[in-house]
């Protein structure tokens, strides 16, 4: 389950979000001035998330080395939206 909650209110309650966080996968965006300022989540969606990075950031750097000719905007381009497809493929297949 995902919560909003002020920046405030999860100082007091830090203890308590961290418990929830961990045990039960909830996720927490804290607000500040009313506008997201950071997310809490399970340290698994932490790690999954640099592990994704890194994997792509590696695909960018391969497609530039194969194409070193290429305008890197361009490739980049076609990388995010390659990156886009898989994610439609992932979210149609739940």
């Known amino acids: ?3 909003s909650i002020g920046v405030t209110k999860a100082r007091d ?3 308590s979000i961290v418990d929830e966080v961990q045990y ?3 996720k927490y965006v804290i607000n500040r001035h009313g506008k997201p300022a950071v997310a809490v989540v399970p340290v698994e969606i932490y790690e999954n998330w640099k592990k994704q990075r890194a994997r ?3 695909l960018i750097n391969e497609v530039q080395s194969a194409n070193p000719e290429a305008n890197p905007d361009e ?3 076609d990388v995010l939206e390659a990156q886009q497809a898989i994610r439609n493929q992932q ?3 739940k």
């Open 56 to 58: 792509l950031l590696e």
């Open 1 to 3: 389950m995902e919560k």
């Open 13 to 15: 309650l830090f203890r």
């Open 24 to 26: 039960r996968g909830d």
């Open 91 to 93: 979210s149609q297949a």
């Open 75 to 77: 490739v980049m381009q």
